[in-house]
């Protein structure tokens, strides 16, 4: 016999899209990392999502409360993504590792499997335009991957510190 239950459905969907493992990070996040001065960091993540779709990622990088600077994150293979920045000034710098699903990359890893196959793509062809053509102004700012329709999670495990001298 079907229980009724008083919990409520989620407002929205949860993400398909899941950011992990992700380096430098001390004690799980419970106290900053060290840099120095003028040397890049390297952020490492691994960015991942449910079925075949590809995820794309990028690194937010902001000095104290100053507005958040976006990075393009680069493939590295086996879901794992890297950018890196470089610390300029002395103090606090935070960054968070966005994921979102990559709709255009997906598509284009599909058509370049099927052209490499010899298979016929016209029908293919026609779905591009969902993701560019008239609707070019709605694709998301920052990487040409990215579709607008792009969903984004965030993962701030700390903030990276930069040792002041003395």
Known sequence: MPTSTSTPLPSARPSRVVVEAVAPLVDGGAFPAKATLEEPVTVLADVFCDGHDRAAAALRVRFGRRGWREIPMHP????????????????????????????????????ELKLAAGVDVSVDSLECS????????????GPPYASSSSVRISFEPFAAHVPSNG
Do not use: E, K
């Open 76 to 111: 590295l293979g086996n879901d794992r993504f890297a950018a890196t920045f470089v610390p300029d000034q002395l103090g606090r710098w935070q960054y968070q590792v966005q994921g979102w699903l990559d709709h255009l990359g997906t598509w284009r890893h599909g058509m």
């Open 130 to 141: 969902r993701y560019v053509g008239s609707n070019t102004t709605a694709v998301r700012p």
